[in-house]
């Protein structure tokens, strides 16, 4: 199964950008790039997915590499209901039942 | 209420008994999924379900029992809980649309085993 690498942990002051990095090195042509966070006491909720393209969203940008072995995900500005575990995952589109959460990047946003 | 909902929110348990975690989603999903989150860690898949009576193993089934009669019931029994079951349960659900799927996620039960 293709692995993620983060930091595990970042922090940011409020409203400036976040850029939250991911490897992948071992990704394969049918993994999608998935990116979910975990705000405290609470269930994962999706961030934005990509395969090749960057990719905007109103929550954040995910900008992926020429290559595919790292992507990083961009938040513009970040606010204090930023703080959360950012997840990186691949989702195999031939497996895509099956999601894989690593440790994941802790970021906290300083006021 | 529309989305995913799991109950109980909290779960204190004696090693040996048997525990029932439900979880009921409104939206029709085929999908449906049970993770537990160990303290500091991610998320590990215990069991998934394509649609009713259809369900697989993920990263860590031992120790767990799942059954799906109805698309939006996914309910996960511990037969003889033991305390390395500690743990955060979430459940999740999602429509396998290729290039659209995401997973929706309950707010979780926390178990505790003594």
């Known amino acids: 199964d293709a692995k993620t690498t983060q930091p595990n942990s970042m922090e940011s002051n409020e409203e400036e950008p976040v850029h939250l990095p991911c490897n992948h090195s071992?990704?394969?042509?049918?993994?999608?790039i998935h990116w979910y966070r975990q705000l405290p006491s609470q269930g994962p909720e999706y961030v934005i997915h990509?395969?090749?393209s960057n990719v905007n969203n109103r929550m954040a940008s995910l900008a992926i590499a020429e290559d595919r072995k790292s992507s990083t995900l961009i938040l513009h500005r970040a606010t204090l209901r930023d703080a959360a575990v950012y997840y990186c995952?691949?989702?195999?589109?031939?497996?895509?039942?099956?999601?894989?959460f690593g440790s994941g990047t802790k970021l906290n946003v300083k006021p | 209420d529309a989305g995913i909902t799991q109950s109980p929110r909290y779960k204190i348990t004696e090693t040996g008994r048997q525990v029932t975690l439900m979880c009921h989603q409104t939206?029709?999903?085929?999908?449906m999924f049970w993770y537990r989150q160990d303290l500091g860690h991610g998320l590990r898949l215990i069991y998934y379900?394509?649609?009713?009576?259809?369900?697989d193993k993920g990263e860590v089934p031992d120790g767990y029992v799942v059954s799906r009669s109805k698309t939006e019931n996914f309910p996960l029994t511990l037969e003889s809980a033991t305390r390395s079951q500690t743990s955060v349960y979430f459940c999740?659900?999602?429509?396998?649309?290729?290039?659209?799927?995401?997973?929706?996620f309950g707010p979780g039960t926390r178990l505790l085993v003594l």
């Open positions: 999740a659900s999602s429509e396998p649309l290729v290039n659209r799927e995401t997973q929706y």
């Open positions: 071992t990704i394969s042509g049918t993994d999608y």
């Open positions: 990509g395969l090749t």
């Open positions: 995952i691949l989702r195999d589109v031939n497996n895509f039942n099956k999601f894989y």
């Open positions: 939206w029709s999903h085929s999908y």
């Open positions: 379900s394509a649609a009713a009576d259809i369900t």
